[in-house]
Nanobody, 125 residues
Framework: QVQLVESGGGLVQAGGSLRLSCAASGRAFSTYTMGWFRQAPGKEREFVAAIIPWSGGSTYYTDSVKGRFTISRDNAKNTVYLQMNSLKPEDTAVYYC?????????????????WGQGTQVTVSS
């Protein structure tokens, strides 16, 4: 069982930055694929980024955040981060951290076994 707790959300002006953190419980954190998803009002939850535990920690992003967001992990701290730069109003959403035992299919929410409660990110224009 893994428990995930996100933090770092808030209100920021367009062009600003935020860093989200997701602290995980459990002893097998380093073996999980970790992902970030987001859900804007009236929209479905969508994939944002993922980091794979093996293969040197390969990272993957949805096209709309490439070059602006960076996902990283600190296995010693059982924490995954999402650094968000050059934020846009369309990035406004509740951001969720998720953990998966799978190494493939990580762009789909159905691949993830565990979810955090979410943290609100609001970008004003």
């Amino acid at each position: 069982q893994v428990q995930l707790v996100e933090s770092g959300g808030g209100l920021v002006q367009a062009g600003g930055s935020l860093r989200l953190s997701c602290a995980a419980s459990g002893r097998a954190f380093s073996t999980y694929t970790m992902g970030w998803f987001r859900q804007a009002p009236g929209k479905e939850r969508e994939f944002v980024a993922a980091i794979i535990p093996w293969s040197g920690g390969s990272t993957y992003y949805t096209d709309s955040v490439k070059g602006r967001f960076t996902i990283s992990r600190d296995n010693a701290k059982n924490t995954v981060y999402l650094q968000m730069n050059s934020l846009k109003p369309e990035d406004t959403a509740v951001y969720y951290c998720a953990a998966s035992t799978k190494l493939t299919g990580f762009r789909s929410e159905h691949a993830y076994n565990y979810w955090g409660q979410g943290t609100q990110v609001t970008v004003s224009s």
